[in-house]
């Protein structure tokens, strides 16, 4: 078994890739790279699409890298699981609306909207640790409960028009969209290699995960 974080210059992966590798020595059987490869990514079983920075240009140095058909392919043909992280989660959107207009891959029904607390005295960018509030049971959750604590860092959020794939959201001043799902995809907003012991648990679970 291999998982593959896929390499778009979006940001430092060095943490991510420790946390993912830890994990998978707990739950054997599959290794973990880091790849800008896309021969690498087309026979990954699992994908993971970490990103920090602001969409457009995430979206951008996806779409311009070697690696983006191989993904579209490995996970809409192929069914291969997938993991979307931070502005990773932000790309799986129709569209993003950070700075201008921006199609996303379409593969959740919701739009990238800023974070617009209605108490003025919670800051944006949202920073740091909140209690996550799971709506609906999903694999990658198992051993997992609201009130479960999680790390992010961002500005922006998934506005959804289908309700029915999102799977947890955090309180910060308004309702702000946590974790999405659909079929074989699932993204976080958080980070989970900083998330302590619950996004450990969530890597662990990704890592098992056969859709």
Not at 29 to 43: F, L, R
Request: hydrophobic share 40%; with cysteine; glycine share 8%.
């Amino acid at each position: 078994m291999l998982t593959a974080i896929i390499d778009y210059e979006s940001g430092n992966l060095h943490s991510a890739e420790k946390a993912f590798q830890r994990m998978a020595q707990e739950v054997g059987n599959t290794d973990v790279v880091i790849t800008d490869d896309p021969e690498v990514v087309a026979k990954a079983d699992h994908l993971v699409l970490p990103g920090d920075g602001a969409f457009p240009a995430c979206a951008s140095a996806l779409r311009a890298s070697g690696c983006f058909d191989a993904m579209v392919e490995a996970v809409e043909s192929k069914g291969r699981p997938f993991l979307g992280i931070c502005v990773g989660m932000q790309l799986m959107a129709r569209k993003g609306h950070e700075y201008q207009e921006t199609d996303g891959l379409g593969w959740i029904d919701g739009e990238i909207h800023r974070i617009t607390p209605a108490d003025p005295t919670f800051k944006v960018p949202h920073m740091g640790w909140n209690d996550l509030v799971i709506e609906q049971a999903h694999p990658v959750l198992d051993g997992l409960k609201s009130g479960d604590h999680a790390y992010f860092v961002h500005s922006y959020q998934m506005q959804m028009d289908d309700p029915s794939q999102r799977i947890a959201h955090v309180d910060y001043g308004a309702d702000v969209t946590a974790i999405v799902a659909r079929d074989n995809r699932i993204g976080l907003q958080f980070h989970p290699e900083k998330s302590a012991d619950a996004g450990l648990r969530m890597i662990a679970n990704f890592l098992r995960w056969k859709p």
